[in-house]
């Protein structure tokens, strides 16, 4: 049979130069994916086989854990890699955790983005292997022949400790002038790239990781006592622990390549960046100054110390009202649905107690229990005096992810809260198991008669705008309705309500083009 | 550029066979129709020019007029040609009115169906040129040579009316027995087919319309004095008018070609019936028995007839309640919404209400109105106890097409409750337009909370009970979303609030494959 062209007349609008066979009409594909929002490209096979590969969605949802515990992975927090994100500015080195670039390029402490940096690397502690680990110094040996010194005054000493006898720490003493090289261990890894150590600085001292990049060169990153959160001078990049860090025991915990890249971030763009990461190694750890060190390793990951760097930030950032207010404007319809900064998110506080509830579980530290417990207040509070409740018809409680006036509705963000309430009420007793499982049940209830409002026949609405403002849906994107997936398929690990486990099946089944039926 | 196969896997799933020319992939029609929904076919441009016409709906919307008002076209209801829908079953000759079978394939006189019949013809009459009109016997001219009669004992002669002197009537008296073939009028007439005549029966009499049909044989319809509405022995098709209206003048008004279809439908396949219809001509009007009759005439339409018939019946068969309660089991989801026979439809109700306004304000009559001041009583019930009256989180009023237990909330029928409400407001005055006013208040003010919850991003749902039953949702198909929109653009007409016109720019761009924004 011959193929000939043929024009094909789109809603009567435009033409379209297809291809024409016997009675068969093909259409071409540039057309198919921008008209219908579907994805496609040649693929070759295992066996070097071509074809073409046509995809309804972009998204995948992953199989989840048969059972959900609040000291267990949270969600598919375990594939994320929250510091990655181009939306991360850096990891703080004063506060341990991401800084966020959304909706405010100058950066800010985002409570969600912190409670998801923690309980992502909560639940790969749980699900990856252990991590691997060389010890570079932990002061045991006594021979620190290994260490250069930069010149005859600056001095390097194993030392006891003083808090526990049976540890011996390194005391060092160099020029603290950032151009001296200090104490310098040479090292060369581009695999184990999780530096973590342990150093009190008793003068203005500074801790150097040198790379060797790509092209031969040398790249510093030092770590600094001051309040300044990142900067960059030529190869020199500078974080700082925070200038009350003197004299105290810091943990430092990071992850090298992670604060390379956030570093060229600020001055490269994206494809440069890449080629500069994949070819730099650790060539060597420096510390400078006069202070003392101890257990310096390099390693795959530290995801404990991650996640207790976010759990001890929430716990130590938490304000009178039990929240962490976001102090960025958010426009969800600009000049028609705006948040000033020092809001609070119902999805912040709830992601934060789970992470809580888990560094309780882990720790058995009450202080971690009792912020959860705190941050339940913000729940019963209304949108419009500050809080994160709104109603829905007057009737339905629900726990805003972003409490604008009218309501939002976004669903992602209540589930997240619900989840955090289950957390909190499974694992409390007393008086803050009550309020929790109070809050949880009236939320859940919510969920039950309002869930189906957000199944559009054929995908998810991320939110509930268009019913409260009267204007077009806001149609999830796939990675969003994933999430929805995911979530629905939590709940139904912990209710026993069919509805959850029957909407997840539906709504992954649309993942595939399939669409409810109609009438 | 060579054309080549190529094996397409959708979504992981199978496989489909496309076409590849250089970088671009070509997919069959046959695949995007079945996968998308969407349609399309070889056409023919007027100039013999050939192409392909991408169709995303089947339907389209018709312009309205610029105006809405009581005594107006009722929305596209002049291109709706109900009578002729195969599920209506028969224009009851004893009724005027359509029978249904939808539900049931006995029939049943369903108001919706009804009203819809008597606001069709309304706005036809509105819209259509004047009918054409033949006037086959008024007695006026004392020559009634042209009608054959069937023996010697058989008369036939014109007479003074005794109910107004200046009129003229014919009295027939035949042998009362069917096979007689009474006095009768040859004609030969395809295209006025409409017959209209006044009769009255002293005995049990009956008229018969004679029709060749296309294999020159003659085909029978009896309209006889008996309560059966409609059966077929042979080439013999009997339309009861009822065993009871001896000795009454009776308005018979029928459209022949309509009459002889059903009759056909009772025993042939679709297509038969189009063959055998398309062909049939009126050969001769016939009366027999002992009676009078007037005014026969064949016409191109008798929209009034029928409009009037339609609220005639509404008037007639109102029940205490002030309902025209609907007699077949209606199984929204079996086992979970069902209506037992009884029930009462809002949009019957209001329907109803905008035919009985109509007629009012056709005649000044009124009885019409009255009947339709006492159908709002049913809108202030409770569905639970067999009113019309839902609440959506027992807040919002809804005036349900199918007032299940839950509630459906179908959006189409509520809407024309609305239209109802809204043309008994404008057109009553005091306690009626007072009622009719909170009503339709109650209303609007729910829809406007409620109407994006039909919004499904890339169409309409038909209903709400995915929300109540926590099931798929109903989508509505693409004539079910013109009607919406036509339902929109009306309300636009009528209320000011940018929503209703709004809302209805955006549902027609979904019909071109327009979704609305994803986050
Ligand atoms: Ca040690
Ligand atoms: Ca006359």
Chains 1, 2 share one sequence.
């Not at 150093?199 to 092209?215: A, E, H, P, Q, W």
């Not at 390379?260 to 650790?282: C, D, E, P, W």
């Not at 990951?301 to 102090?327: E, T």
Request: charged share 25%.
């Amino acid at each position: 049979a011959t193929t000939k062209e043929t024009d094909c007349l789109i809603n009567g609008d435009y033409s379209v130069k297809c291809k024409k066979e016997g009675k068969d009409v093909y259409m071409p594909f540039s057309f198919i994916q921008r008209y219908f929002e579907v994805y496609g490209s040649m693929e070759t096979t295992s066996d070097g086989y071509e074809r073409f590969g046509f995809h309804h969605s972009y998204s995948d949802v992953h199989p989840l854990p048969e059972r959900y515990s609040p000291d267990g992975v949270f969600m598919m927090f375990d594939s994320y890699n929250v510091e990655e994100r181009g939306r991360v500015k850096c990891i703080s080195a004063i506060e341990g955790v991401p800084v966020s670039t959304q909706w405010t390029s100058g950066g800010h402490y985002y409570p969600i983005q912190i409670a998801q940096f923690g309980l992502s690397h909560y639940s790969k502690y749980l699900t990856e292997h252990k991590p691997r680990i060389i010890v570079l110094e932990d002061g045991e040996g006594n021979d620190l022949s290994e260490w250069l010194l930069p010149d005859r005054i600056s001095q390097i000493r194993t030392k006891t400790d003083r808090i526990n006898e049976e540890n011996n720490i390194v005391e060092f003493n160099t020029p603290e002038n950032i151009k001296n090289p200090g104490v310098t261990l040479s090292v060369d890894e581009a695999k184990l790239v999780t530096l973590t150590l342990d150093v009190k600085f008793i003068n203005n001292g500074s801790v150097t990781v040198l790379l060797r990049t790509g092209d031969g060169n040398l790249f510093r990153i030092h770590y600094i006592l001051s309040d300044s959160l990142i900067y960059l001078e030529g190869r020199d990049l500078f974080y700082g622990l925070g200038s009350e860090k003197k004299n105290k025991w810091i943990h430092l915990s990071r992850k090298v390549m992670v604060d390379f890249q956030k570093g060229l971030s600020l001055k490269m763009t994206k494809n440069k960046r890449a080629k500069f990461k994949s070819v730099a190694r650790i060539a060597a750890v420096c510390f400078r100054g006069h202070g003392f060190f101890d257990n310096v390793s390099l390693s795959s990951a530290a995801h404990l110390d991650n996640f207790f760097d976010a759990a001890n930030y929430l716990v130590r950032r938490q304000d009178h009202r039990g929240g962490w207010p976001i102090m960025v404007t958010r426009k969800l319809v600009p000049e028609m649905l705006e948040l000033s900064p020092g809001w609070y998110s119902a999805m912040g506080q709830g992601q934060a107690i789970s992470l809580l509830v888990r560094a309780f579980l882990k720790t058995k530290d009450q202080k971690y229990l009792d912020t959860a417990s705190k941050a339940l207040k913000i729940f019963e509070i209304d949108s419009a005096h500050g809080g994160v409740l709104a109603k829905f018809a007057g009737k339905f409680d629900w726990y805003e992810e972003y409490p604008t006036t009218p309501s939002s509705f976004v669903l992602n963000g209540f589930i997240y809260s619900l989840m955090g309430l289950y957390d909190l009420k499974q694992t409390a007793s007393g008086e803050t198991a009550e309020h929790a499982n109070r809050l949880y049940n009236a939320g859940m209830d919510s969920l039950r008669h309002m869930l189906l409002m957000f199944d559009s026949g054929s995908g998810t609405f991320y939110d509930l705008k268009h019913i409260t403002l009267g204007i077009a849906p806001n149609r999830a994107r796939w990675d969003y309705h994933t999430v929805h997936i995911n979530q629905l398929l939590i709940l139904s690990l912990i209710d026993k309500d069919p509805l959850f486990a029957n909407t997840a099946k539906r709504w992954m089944e649309y993942m595939k083009g399939k669409r409810s039926p109609h009438n």
